[in-house]
Structure formats: C-alpha cells, structure tokens
C-alpha cells in the first residue's frame, strides 16, 4: 500500500510539474505575437520537418521529370510518396488533432522513399522520421480557467476543434493565486 | 462547458518511443537490401549524361532499337535501346554528375567489387564505345513511318568488354549489386561527351 501510495504521489508531483510548466508557456504567450500563438497549438517542429521532408525527397524525381512519369518507373513512385510526405506535413499544419495518424504516415512513407527517390539523399528520410516522431509525440492540452489541480489538465476531445483566439492566462493566473 | 486554454508540448517518452522505431524500420530495410544486395534500381536521366563503364557484361535476350529522346541539352536526340532480359556485369562503375543548388558540381559513384547480375535492363545510350560480340545476330527492317519499328537489331546473346557508354535513361527491373561502393564526389565540372 505504501508503495501505492509514493507512486501515486509521484505521478501527482509530476503532473504538477508538467502542468506548471505549461502555465508558464501560457503566461509567456499572452505577450507573445499571433504567430507564436498559432504556432503552440499545432506540431509546428514536426509539421516543418515533414514539409522540409518532402521537398527534398521530392528532389530527385523533379530533376528526373522527362523520365518521372513513365509507367511503372520508379521515379514516378518517388515522386509520389515526396508528394504525399508534403501534404502530410502540411495537413499537420491544418488538423493538428490527426498529428499522431499524420506522424506515423510520414514516417512510413519516408522510409519507403528509398525506393524511388533515394530518400533525397536519406536526408529526406532522416528529416521525414524525425518530423514524423515530433508529430507523434505532440499533444494538446486544455488547462481550465478554474484549474487548481493537476487533474483540470486533459487532452481535449479529438474531434475537439483548438481555439483560434490568443490565449488569455489572467484566468488562470488569478485562479492559482486566489487557491 | 469548459472554456479552457489549449496549449501543445511534446512528450519526450512518446517522442523518443516513435523515433527509435522509425530508425529501427530504416535500419532493418537497409540490412534487407544490404544483405541480399537487391535493389529495385532508380531510372537516372533527363540532367546531363550518365556514365556507366564496366569490363565485361554477358547478357542473353538481347535487342537494339532507335529511340528519340529527350535530354538534359535537347529535347530530341538521336540515341539508341538497348533491351537485355538478363545480364552479368563485372566491374560496373556508374557514375552522374548532379549540379547542387549552391552551383558546386558532384559526382555521385556506384561500383560494383563483385559481378552484377540485372534483369529486364532498359537504357537509351547517346554513345557507346566498346567490344561488342553477339550470337546469332539478326537485322529485321519493317517498311513503316514508325521509327522504333523500323529496324530492330537482336541477338541471343552479347558479350560487350572495355565499355564506356553514354545514357540517359536507365531502368533496371531488379539488380542485385553484391559488394557495392557508393561515393559522392566533388568535381569541378561534369563530364560531357559529344556525339561523333
């Protein structure tokens, strides 16, 4: 019971931690311009490195146009998964709640880019990966207004849509103080 | 309702979870390719000219057809189809010059240490300089406009030594390349060769 008991206490101290650490993310974005407010909320490392992914596997096949768009040529495949890597990076952009479906895509299909496309040069392949992992391990978190404890701090609904508006932490840092 | 703050981080655990996956996958791909040397070949063309020596190549099912096409100076130029169903290669040594957007030029290398065994090879030469040998050649001429029809050149089997040729295009359907060098290569300028 004991043990229980520390490990429980662990996880609360750790949620706390986390959840302090995200509340001054928030003071330091009420400052902050649109951009970097828009740029929170969305896997926008993850996002960028998919992007940059696909351009450079993209490479390739672009210089081999004259050839890229024969039947059953390679080219053509490589140019096709480039372009499939971008758009994801791009979706990523747009529904960052799809980030972790979007995450692994991208990196399946960088993987796959060797094939066709050599991986632009594996570098598309590394930067595909490691958007992809970034995509994945992003998460968006809601911290209420009236939170006063670690468990006010959840994931919204998937199908959530995230608020467009700057964020306002005045809430949240009066309601900490007043608790 | 809940009018809460969203706000996105990324979890380290998750984070570090799918990249190790991600580079066990790429890992594990290229020790399939790696270990049975099997590789579906990339077409190269369309950006300068693309070199391909080698010593010898002994290849049986073999057809030559004029071809028309486009290249990295023109958009239509005389060359020639070479079609060969199987073919061993020994000591192959690729080579294609690549112009980077800095404006350096490089020379990316394939060698092949160990014979190189290609099926369904395909490749629109420009020039070709060589030994040729052939078994039971034949010449069949067809009274068309189409110029891909109208003369074909076939052989059972070729044997071609000291060859130098100058492509742009080549499709390989598979090509097991044992004992494979890959370099990259900074050069000044590429290498051209002009139709004699």
Not at chain 1, 50 to 73: E, H, K, M, N, R
Request: hydrophobic share 40%; charged share 20%; proline share 4%.
């Amino acid at each position: 019971m004991g043990d229980a008991a520390a490990k429980a206490e662990k996880k609360q101290e750790r949620l706390e931690k986390a959840r302090a650490k995200l509340e001054k993310r928030l003071e330091k974005l009420e400052n902050a311009g649109k951009f970097k407010a828009w740029r929170s909320r969305r896997p926008f490392w993850g996002a960028t490195f998919s992007v940059l992914a696909g351009l450079l596997i993209l490479y390739i096949p672009i210089q081999l146009y004259a050839i890229a768009f024969v039947p059953g040529s390679f080219a053509f495949i490589g140019l096709l998964f480039g372009g499939l890597v971008l758009i994801l990076g791009v979706l990523s952009y747009i529904f960052p709640q799809f980030s972790t479906v979007l995450g692994v895509i991208t990196m399946f299909l960088s993987i796959l880019s060797i094939m066709g496309a050599l991986g632009g040069f594996l570098l598309g392949t590394l930067f595909g990966l490691i958007g992809g992992a970034l995509c994945i391990g992003w998460e968006e978190h809601v911290i209420a207004p009236d939170a006063n404890g670690p468990d006010q701090m959840n994931r919204p609904d998937k199908g959530e849509k995230a608020k467009t508006n700057p964020i306002d932490t005045s809430e949240v840092a009066s309601s900490s103080s007043s608790s | 309702m809940e009018t809460g703050k969203p706000i996105g981080r990324t979890v380290k655990k998750k984070f570090m979870a799918a990249l190790c996956a991600g580079l066990l996958a790429l890992g594990g791909m290229v020790t399939v390719f790696g270990m049975t040397g099997t590789a579906f070949a990339l077409p190269l063309g369309g950006m300068g000219d693309f070199y391909v020596q080698f010593d010898k190549l002994e290849g049986s099912g073999f057809q030559l057809l004029p071809q028309v096409g486009e290249t990295g100076d023109s958009d239509a130029s005389p060359m020639v189809r070479n079609k060969i169903e199987e073919a061993t290669v020994y000591n192959l040594h690729i080579y294609k010059d690549l112009k980077l957007p800095t404006g350096k030029w490089i020379r990316i290398n394939i060698k092949g240490t160990e014979p190189t065994k290609i099926k369904g090879l395909i490749q629109d030469a420009r020039f070709i300089e060589a030994n040729l040998q052939f078994n039971n050649l034949g010449i069949h001429e067809q009274n068309t406009n189409d110029y891909t029809k109208n003369w074909t050149q076939t052989a059972d089997t070729v044997t071609i030594t000291n060859a130098k040729i100058v492509t742009d295009y080549l499709f390989q359907t598979m090509v097991n390349l044992q004992g494979a060098k890959i370099s990259i290569e900074s050069i000044d300028q590429p290498e051209t060769t002009e139709s004699p």
